[in-house]
Each structure stands twice: as structure tokens, then as C-alpha cells.
């Protein structure tokens, strides 16, 4: 195996004070908390996003010898009056409700609201208010501090059932069902007050490491995600274990060789990643959805936005199975059925592009000739029931997979990889809705069976994308399309049903590139090193590895990219992708 040079910690540099520890932090904060004679109190407001512990919080707080300090959660509705209100959207189901339509008034009780804010006019000198809300109970503050949290640190102390649901108490249950409480509620009440506030914080603070705070600017923050938008970033990946997990992984990404495996990487997921900016020399963290709130149309571009609104439409993750299993055969929703059953509008399109393959990989794709449905799925109910495989080569075509091919899965295909294949997936965003149909009789990493739905699968295969039909429209279909000194380009798709394009370039020279008006996403699928540069020098150049993905805002406009460092005289690729805005 090649020697890792994977960048797991990629930041953005930016100028700008940074306060680190809670002696730092608090220092500060007693500067500008300070009461004026001339001012009876002075109200400082701090917003947490959801899984921010604030208990520790508060206990650091109170050295700031505030005359009334008030916690959020005094405000909120009952327990069982707010479990009341978001059942209807999160139902009985291990994995699936339906997206919410509820602010944070939805969850705040108006009288305590009424009674906290006659507490604090009534206050003298130092008041605090701090919690999930405080924003929105008291909505003009003297001083404003953001406490973020990204996601995947939120979904870890799901999994050390450390934190709670937004006015609920539900730390004991399974992380599955926080995860679904967080997606289709709480993280968006969340960020329906953080859009609001992202333009005017004082503070950002930053407790990913608990005992290690980390606190800039607001001004600092803005002016991190404004250089970020107008140049080639990547987001910080994540990976995790998987029942199927492989070992490719390990040896690229340069991840700890004791873990049994990896499965999943997630390098383009701003939704789920973090950002890191670097100020005075230390990474500051904050959740990467930060940068499409403040930057939407920088970054997105006015086509793009125009469709999606605030939402990153394109993920780009890895599947390993090289040394491990097949995933679990599976299909995705159609566009209606996402949006009657779930409440989402756009649905998860994607594509397998093989980054590597052992000599047996495979991959399985589209049902074969003659496939009768209600024969096949009794089949599937019956391997679910009794335990009894299922012959998923009856129904399934299994290609033969090889490092670079390109299978496309628009949504209502049947697929999975198999196992020795290492898959760059590219999707559309919407990450939650997966119909497993066949797991292979195997048991997930907490040792239970993980969640089967033949019941959705069945009302959104598209029973006509057999064998014929996949080799001719699905597998490998490449055309070239432009070529100039030292590189060709080719069309590796994605499928008409698809919004998304991708664009395979091999080169050994300098490859021009122009966003389009749209964000580009890219991976690195061949090469050491490459930079990308600015012909107008409007950024400064940006080198990317072997296996990285990164990201090319649509106002970058010209860019180029190159072989680089070790690289240089060497065949090198990547591929592209991005929205279809025009025919």
C-alpha cells in the first residue's frame, strides 16, 4: 500500500483572536460582561445548539457572579405535552418519521416565557440567560455567545446516552431513535434560530472538547466562512464501523489499525461534518451547515440555490468492503414517495464509483429478466420471518466490479455493493432513507438485527429496470467530451432521472475548469498530490490527495487543476460533480 498522506484535520486560516481554556473564555467573558454604572443590568444571552451539555456549562458560568441567572429549560413546555406534540412526526418506527414543521415557540410554554422576561427587567447588574431557546426568549441581548455543536459529535453522545432530546428526557434510548428525533425535529428548530442568528453573535463557542473550550469572534467566525466560500475547502471526514466494514480505509485514511474495520467515510456531508477554521494557530471547530446558512449563495450559486434553498444537495461518502462484507441489498424512495410518506422533497439519487477492487468484487444492480414482484418480495418476507437466506441471485443481477467503473442507481433501484470493493458514493443529500430489503442474515454492531422495510421497498421498486435495462443504461457508460493539452474529459453520467452530473478527467498537465454558476464537488481518484489554482490568483492554491474530497464554490468561477509535488509527470484523475442547471 501506498504511504497515507490523507488529510484528516483540513482548515481554513483565518485572522483573529482565539481565548482557549475556561480560564481564558471566562477571563473575556468578564471583560465584556462587564456592568457600565450607567447601565442598571446588562443581559447576556447564550444560544446552545442541541447535544451542548449545558450543565457544564452553567457550572463554569456562575464565575461570572451574574445577579439572576436563568436556564432555558424553565421555559419549556412539560415533557409529556412536547412527546405529545412531536409523535405525530416520529411514530413508532425504529428509523423513519417525518420532517416537523415546529420553531422553538412550538416548544416554549408563553406564560413562562412572560414570567422569565418580567424576571429580567426587574433584574439589576448581570443577568444570564443560557440554554437551547435562550435566543428566542429573550431576543434582544446586550451580549450574544453561540455555543455550537456539529452533528456527528452530537450522534457520538447519542451513543454514550449522554444528552437529550430539545425538551424531552430520552438520553436512555437507542441512538437510532435519537438520530431520527434529531433529523426530522430538533436539529431543525435549531437551525432555524442559528440562520437567524448567525449575522449578528457577539461570540462563538466552540465545546466539542469538553474541558478545552475554544471561543472567537463573531466577526472572526464571518469572516472564516466568507474566505471559505470563495475558495476550494474541504469539510473534516468522519468514519465509522459498519457490519460489513473492510480495511482499505485504514491504510489510506491513515486510521487506527486496532478498530476491526471501517465502513463509512463521510467527506462531503455538510449537513453531518464539521468546518474547521484555524485562528492563532488552533483549529476551531463548528458545524460545516454554517457556511451554507451564511455563504448559501457563494457557495451553492443562484441555480442551485434557487432549487435547494440552504440545503448542500450533494454527498459524497466512502463504502469500504475490501476484507469485509456486502452491504445490505436496499433501494431508495422515489421523489413522490419522500414526499408523501416523509415530508422531504427531493430524494437520494446516487452512483458507485469503484475507487478500488479486489479480483472478486462485485456489485449488484437492477433484478434480472422476468423477475415476477409478488414472487420476490413473498421471498423476502420469508427469509425475514424464518431466517432462511435469500437467493439474491435469482432476482438480482451481480455484475463484475473493477477499479474505476461507474454504476448509477437513480432512486427505485435495487443495489448493493458487494464485498472487496472500495465505493466513493455519490448521492444526493437526503441520508436517512435506505429500505433494506436483505441483510444477509447478520446482526448489526450493537448486536441486534438492524431494521428491514420490504414494506416501503415494495412501494418503490421500479420493476422494470432489469437486466436489459441496467447494462444499457446503469454500467460503465463513458463518453468523451472534451480533451486538450495533457488531459481528456469524459461523461460518466449520472442517469437522466438524476439532477446530478459527474465528469471523469485523466491528465498529466493543467486541466481548466469552470464551476458553472453551481458548486462542484470533486474526489481524487488517482494521483499523490494535485493543486488547484486561481488563474486571477483570487484564491491562494490549494493542494489535495490521493482520495480526498473537496469542494469548489460556484463564485470561484475559473479554476485550474494539476498533478503536483510527487505527482508531476504522472497520469492523475478525478471526478467531478455537480447540479444540472441547464439542458
Same mark, same amino acid.
Given at each position: 500500500?501506498?504511504?497515507?498522506?490523507?488529510?484528516?484535520?483540513?482548515?481554513?486560516?483565518?485572522?483573529?483572536?482565539?481565548?482557549?481554556?475556561?480560564?481564558?473564555?471566562?477571563?473575556?467573558?468578564?471583560?465584556?460582561?462587564?456592568?457600565?454604572? +450607567?447601565?442598571?443590568?446588562?443581559?447576556?444571552?447564550?444560544?446552545?445548539?442541541?447535544?451542548?451539555?449545558?450543565?457544564?456549562?452553567?457550572?463554569?458560568?456562575?464565575?461570572?457572579?451574574?445577579?439572576?441567572?436563568?436556564?432555558?429549560?424553565?421555559?419549556?413546555?412539560?415533557?409529556?405535552?412536547?412527546?405529545?406534540?412531536?409523535?405525530?412526526?416520529?411514530?413508532?418506527? @425504529?428509523?423513519?418519521?417525518?420532517?416537523?414543521?415546529?420553531?422553538?415557540?412550538?416548544?416554549?410554554?408563553?406564560?413562562?416565557? +412572560?414570567?422569565?422576561?418580567?424576571?429580567?427587567?426587574?433584574?439589576?447588574?448581570?443577568?444570564?440567560?443560557?440554554?437551547?431557546?435562550?435566543?428566542?426568549?429573550?431576543?434582544?441581548?446586550?451580549?450574544?455567545?453561540?455555543?455550537?455543536?456539529?452533528?456527528?459529535?452530537?450522534?457520538? /453522545?447519542?451513543? /454514550?446516552?449522554?444528552?437529550?432530546?430539545?425538551?424531552?428526557?430520552?438520553?436512555?434510548?437507542?441512538?437510532?431513535?435519537?438520530?431520527?428525533?434529531?433529523?426530522?425535529?430538533?436539529? #431543525?428548530?435549531?437551525?432555524? *434560530?442559528?440562520?437567524?442568528?448567525?449575522?449578528?453573535?457577539?461570540?462563538?463557542?466552540?465545546?466539542?472538547?469538553?474541558?478545552?473550550? +475554544?471561543?472567537?469572534?463573531?466577526?472572526?467566525? /464571518?469572516?472564516?466562512?466568507?474566505?471559505?466560500?470563495?475558495?476550494?475547502?474541504?469539510?473534516?471526514?468522519?468514519?465509522?464501523?459498519?457490519?460489513?466494514?473492510?480495511?482499505?480505509?485504514?491504510?489510506?485514511?491513515?486510521?487506527?489499525?486496532?478498530?476491526?474495520?471501517?465502513?463509512?467515510?463521510?467527506?462531503?456531508?455538510?449537513?453531518?461534518?464539521?468546518?474547521?477554521?484555524?485562528?492563532?494557530?488552533?483549529?476551531?471547530?463548528?458545524?460545516?451547515?454554517?457556511?451554507?446558512?451564511?455563504?448559501? @449563495?457563494?457557495?451553492?450559486?443562484?441555480?442551485?440555490?434557487?432549487?435547494?434553498?440552504?440545503?448542500?444537495?450533494?454527498?459524497?461518502?466512502?463504502?469500504?468492503?475490501?476484507?469485509?462484507?456486502?452491504?445490505?441489498?436496499?433501494?431508495?424512495?422515489?421523489?413522490?414517495?419522500?414526499?408523501?410518506?416523509?415530508?422531504?422533497?427531493?430524494?437520494?439519487?446516487?452512483?458507485?464509483?469503484?475507487?478500488?477492487?479486489?479480483?472478486?468484487?462485485?456489485?449488484? *444492480?437492477?433484478?434480472?429478466?422476468?423477475?415476477?414482484?409478488?414472487?420476490?418480495?413473498?421471498?423476502?418476507?420469508?427469509?425475514?420471518?424464518?431466517?432462511?437466506?435469500?437467493?439474491?441471485?435469482?432476482?438480482?443481477?451481480?455484475?463484475?466490479?473493477?477499479?474505476?467503473?461507474?454504476?448509477?442507481?437513480?432512486?427505485?433501484?435495487?443495489?448493493?455493493?458487494?464485498?472487496?470493493?472500495?465505493?466513493?458514493?455519490?448521492?444526493?443529500?437526503?441520508?436517512?432513507?435506505?429500505?433494506?430489503?436483505?441483510?444477509?442474515? @447478520?446482526?448489526?454492531?450493537?448486536?441486534?438485527?438492524?431494521?428491514?422495510?420490504?414494506?416501503?421497498?415494495?412501494?418503490?421498486?421500479?420493476?422494470?429496470?432489469?437486466?436489459?435495462?441496467?447494462?444499457?443504461?446503469?454500467?460503465?457508460?463513458?463518453?468523451?467530451?472534451?480533451?486538450?493539452?495533457?488531459?481528456?474529459?469524459?461523461?460518466?453520467?449520472?442517469?437522466? #432521472?438524476?439532477?446530478?452530473?459527474?465528469?471523469?478527467?485523466?491528465?498529466?498537465?493543467?486541466?481548466?475548469?469552470?464551476?458553472?454558476?453551481?458548486?462542484?464537488?470533486? #474526489?481524487?481518484?488517482?494521483?499523490?498530490?494535485?493543486?488547484?489554482?486561481?488563474?486571477?490568483?483570487?484564491?491562494?492554491?490549494?493542494?489535495?490527495?490521493?482520495?480526498?474530497?473537496?469542494?469548489?464554490?460556484?463564485?470561484?468561477?475559473?479554476?485550474?487543476?494539476?498533478?503536483?509535488?510527487?505527482?508531476?509527470? +504522472?497520469?492523475?484523475?478525478?471526478?467531478?460533480?455537480?447540479?444540472?442547471?441547464?439542458?
Amino acid at each position: 500500500m501506498r504511504k497515507s498522506n490523507y488529510d484528516k484535520s483540513p482548515s481554513t486560516t483565518v485572522d483573529g483572536a482565539l481565548w482557549k481554556g475556561w480560564e481564558s473564555v471566562l477571563d473575556k467573558l468578564k471583560e465584556v460582561c462587564n456592568v457600565p454604572e +450607567k447601565l442598571a443590568r446588562k443581559v447576556v444571552v447564550i444560544e446552545c445548539y442541541h447535544g451542548v451539555y449545558t450543565d457544564k456549562l452553567a457550572e463554569h458560568l456562575v464565575a461570572l457572579e451574574p445577579s439572576l441567572m436563568i436556564h432555558s429549560d424553565q421555559c419549556f413546555k412539560g415533557v409529556r405535552d412536547i412527546e405529545k406534540m412531536t409523535y405525530p412526526y416520529l411514530t413508532d418506527d @425504529r428509523l423513519f418519521g417525518r420532517r416537523a414543521p415546529f420553531y422553538y415557540a412550538d416548544f416554549l410554554d408563553a406564560d413562562k416565557v +412572560k414570567e422569565c422576561r418580567e424576571k429580567i427587567a426587574a433584574a439589576t447588574g448581570l443577568v444570564i440567560v443560557y440554554g437551547h431557546a435562550a435566543a428566542e426568549i429573550v431576543r434582544e441581548a446586550d451580549v450574544l455567545v453561540y455555543v455550537d455543536m456539529a452533528r456527528w459529535e452530537i450522534q457520538q /453522545r447519542f451513543r /454514550r446516552g449522554e444528552i437529550d432530546g430539545l425538551g424531552v428526557k430520552n438520553r436512555e434510548e437507542a441512538p437510532s431513535y435519537h438520530y431520527k428525533r434529531g433529523y426530522f425535529i430538533d436539529w #431543525n428548530v435549531c437551525d432555524a *434560530l442559528k440562520k437567524e442568528l448567525l449575522p449578528k453573535v457577539d461570540y462563538w463557542l466552540d465545546t466539542h472538547i469538553p474541558d478545552m473550550p +475554544k471561543m472567537i469572534t463573531g466577526e472572526t467566525m /464571518r469572516a472564516g466562512l466568507e474566505k471559505t466560500a470563495h475558495q476550494p475547502f474541504r469539510v473534516v471526514p468522519f468514519f465509522d464501523p459498519a457490519p460489513w466494514g473492510g480495511q482499505w480505509m485504514k491504510e489510506v485514511c491513515d486510521l487506527d489499525k486496532e478498530q476491526e474495520n471501517f465502513g463509512w467515510c463521510f467527506d462531503c456531508v455538510p449537513e453531518e461534518n464539521s468546518l474547521y477554521l484555524k485562528v492563532a494557530g488552533e483549529l476551531f471547530e463548528m458545524a460545516s451547515n454554517n457556511l451554507v446558512f451564511y455563504q448559501t @449563495r457563494n457557495l451553492l450559486g443562484g441555480p442551485v440555490e434557487s432549487r435547494f434553498g440552504q440545503d448542500f444537495p450533494i454527498r459524497f461518502d466512502f463504502l469500504d468492503t475490501m476484507g469485509g462484507g456486502n452491504l445490505s441489498l436496499q433501494v431508495h424512495p422515489t421523489t413522490q414517495y419522500i414526499h408523501d410518506t416523509f415530508g422531504i422533497w427531493y430524494t437520494q439519487d446516487e452512483s458507485y464509483y469503484l475507487l478500488d477492487a479486489g479480483e472478486d468484487a462485485t456489485v449488484y *444492480l437492477g433484478l434480472k429478466t422476468g423477475v415476477d414482484p409478488e414472487e420476490m418480495i413473498a421471498a423476502l418476507n420469508e427469509a425475514q420471518v424464518s431466517g432462511e437466506p435469500f437467493d439474491t441471485e435469482k432476482y438480482v443481477n451481480k455484475w463484475p466490479a473493477k477499479k474505476h467503473d461507474h454504476y448509477l442507481i437513480p432512486n427505485g433501484t435495487i443495489h448493493c455493493s458487494g464485498s472487496n470493493a472500495m465505493v466513493l458514493e455519490i448521492s444526493a443529500t437526503p441520508s436517512l432513507f435506505t429500505f433494506k430489503l436483505w441483510d444477509w442474515g @447478520r446482526l448489526g454492531l450493537d448486536g441486534k438485527p438492524r431494521p428491514i422495510n420490504i414494506k416501503h421497498g415494495s412501494h418503490v421498486i421500479q420493476w422494470e429496470r432489469q437486466t436489459d435495462f441496467v447494462r444499457d443504461q446503469l454500467v460503465n457508460h463513458f463518453e468523451p467530451r472534451a480533451e486538450g493539452e495533457g488531459w481528456v474529459e469524459e461523461r460518466t453520467g449520472l442517469h437522466e #432521472n438524476e439532477f446530478i452530473e459527474t465528469r471523469r478527467h485523466w491528465f498529466t498537465g493543467k486541466v481548466p475548469h469552470n464551476t458553472g454558476g453551481g458548486v462542484n464537488v470533486f #474526489n481524487v481518484i488517482e494521483g499523490d498530490e494535485l493543486i488547484v489554482e486561481s488563474p486571477t490568483n483570487a484564491f491562494e492554491p490549494f493542494i489535495v490527495h490521493y482520495a480526498e474530497t473537496f469542494i469548489v464554490p460556484a463564485i470561484v468561477g475559473d479554476y485550474t487543476i494539476r498533478p503536483y509535488g510527487i505527482s508531476e509527470g +504522472k497520469t492523475c484523475g478525478t471526478i467531478k460533480a455537480y447540479v444540472r442547471v441547464k439542458g
